[in-house]
Structures are given as structure tokens and as C-alpha cells.
């Protein structure tokens, strides 16, 4: 089936390109192209389809991020994801957003809250999960705590509740995290421990059309690694959608390079080292900050 789907002439290439951005905001760049043509190559072999024109017609009709649209973009997105990336967001994380946040609502009755954006296989949600839990047992604390993760893929968002990783994914796991957090299945695999992952709620969710999605009043938005697929007007339409998400003191955590410029009225860019993130204000900081 391969053979016979011949390469994209520019004309569809284009075509496709338009949909696939118009539809799930994703931006094709030139030089990944040939890298869309091969992830719709391969998921048209898949479904025996050797007309592009056909396949075309059928994502241009379907509305929403139904399961084809699910399966391709699973093809087009690249999951480039470990436990424990970017150790300084993670830094941030346990030496000053967590103390902050048990500083502040110690009788809080919801818990710390948290949502990992573009979550892919899981590694992220998992990673925040093992790093929270020690550092709430560490100072004493009582609170619990809950992530949402989100991902546009259905089929990643599988693999990530499974929680079931090999012996090379696992490499960037240490051996008190392992021992504490996660079962040795035996054959080179492990899992997430159940304690663990209950306290993960994984859904899918194409962030443009987020408007409906029930979360707010978060402590914690983390979202490295998924702006990079949108162009600039639409990474600032979904910051400053997530921005109203957050509580009171709530911190969004970015890629270092996703937009650096960001700037909003009701919040305060954090300084720690090789980060970027940004707290919302406290309610009465904010009101007097607006009314100066």
C-alpha cells in the first residue's frame, strides 16, 4: 500500500497543511513537511486508503477531535517526553511553589491542584505526582493533592494511565523514586504505583477548544513542550485563557523559550534560574495594583 500513495505534490501539500492547522491549530513549518506527508502516508496505509483527495474529504468532515483526527495527530506530533525534564522547572516546583502554597493553605479543603498540558505518555503528570507526594510527607502535611492531565492523542493518553514504562524510560528515575513510587513487573517493565496514579485524572482535550473544560481555581498549570506547535497569536490566546485557571497564587510554569514576553496585569513573573513562570497575585495585591 505504501508504494502506491505517491508523494504530495505542492498544491495538496498546502491543502493539507491549511486543514490541519485550521482544524487542531497545529503549524506545519517547511521544513517538517515531508514529515507530514510520511504521517499521512502511514495512517492511510493503515486504513487501506491510497487516495489522498478521499482521505482529505473525510478529515475535512468531521467536526471536533474526533478519532481519526486522534490518530493522526498522534502521527504529526512528536513525543519527546522523560520522567524528570527539565530539572530547573522542577526545581521551581519543590523549593518554591510547593512551600508557598502549604505556607498559604494549610486548612484548604480541595487540596493542592494541578494540571500538566500536552501530557503525552505520562512522564510529566508522574513526575509532578512523585515530587509533590514526597515533599507534602516531607514538611508533615495533610493536604492532598490532584492532576488533571490533558493530551490531544487518545492512543498516548492510554499508554499514560497503563503507567507501564521499560527499563530505558525508567532511566531517568532514581532508586528511592522507583522503590516508593513504582512496581518492578519483571522483563525490563514497571509500573506506577496505584497510589499514584489514583491521584491522576488523564483526559483528552484540544486546547483551542478548551472554553468548556471544568478546571479552575488551579495552584498549578504546567505546560512545557506544547506551545511550540502553535504560531504566536495563538500561544497568547492560550495563555491568556489558562491564566484565568489559575487561584489566587497559582503558578504557570512554561517552556523557557515558549513566550518569554508574556505579561499580564494580575501577575508577576518568578526569577528562578533557567525557568519561566508566572504567579497569579494574591486578590488584594491585585486590586490595589489596579486601582494605582
Request: proline share 3%; charged share 25%.
Amino acid at each position: 500500500m505504501a508504494d502506491r500513495v505517491p508523494d504530495l505534490d505542492d498544491l495538496r501539500m498546502q491543502l493539507w497543511v491549511d486543514l490541519v492547522e485550521q482544524h487542531t491549530g497545529i503549524v506545519i513549518q517547511a521544513e517538517r513537511r515531508a514529515f507530514l506527508g510520511a504521517g499521512l502516508r502511514g495512517r492511510m496505509q493503515q486504513l487501506g486508503v491510497a487516495d489522498y483527495d478521499s482521505y482529505y474529504r473525510r478529515l475535512a468532515g468531521e467536526r471536533g477531535v474526533s478519532e481519526e483526527w486522534s490518530k493522526l495527530v498522534d502521527r504529526l506530533t512528536v513525543h519527546e517526553t522523560s520522567f524528570f525534564r527539565h530539572a530547573p522547572s522542577l526545581q521551581l516546583l519543590t523549593d518554591e511553589i510547593l512551600p508557598a502554597y502549604v505556607a498559604r493553605n494549610r486548612a484548604k479543603a480541595t487540596g493542592f491542584q494541578a494540571w500538566s498540558l500536552g501530557c503525552s505518555t505520562g512522564e510529566e503528570p508522574y513526575t509532578l505526582a512523585m515530587l509533590i507526594r514526597r515533599y507534602l510527607d516531607s514538611v508533615g502535611s495533610d493536604q492532598l493533592f490532584g492532576i488533571t492531565a490533558t493530551d490531544i492523542s487518545r492512543p498516548t493518553l492510554q499508554s499514560a494511565r497503563d503507567g507501564i514504562y521499560s527499563e530505558r524510560r525508567m532511566a531517568g528515575v532514581a532508586e528511592d523514586f522507583r522503590a516508593r513510587f513504582c512496581t518492578d513487573l519483571g522483563e525490563g517493565r514497571w509500573q506506577i504505583a496505584d497510589s499514584l496514579r489514583r491521584r491522576i485524572c488523564f483526559a483528552q482535550l484540544d486546547i483551542l477548544n478548551a472554553r468548556g473544560f471544568p478546571l479552575h481555581d488551579l495552584d498549578l498549570i504546567y505546560c512545557q513542550n506544547m506551545l511550540i506547535y502553535f504560531p504566536r497569536y495563538q500561544r497568547l490566546q492560550i495563555l491568556e485563557s489558562l491564566a484565568q485557571r489559575l487561584a489566587p497564587g497559582g503558578v504557570m510554569v512554561l517552556g523557557p523559550g515558549d513566550l518569554p514576553c508574556w505579561a499580564h496585569s494580575d501577575f508577576e513573573r518568578i526569577r528562578f534560574e533557567g525557568t519561566l513562570a508566572f504567579r497569579r497575585q494574591m486578590d488584594d495585591t491585585a486590586s490595589v495594583k489596579g486601582t494605582q
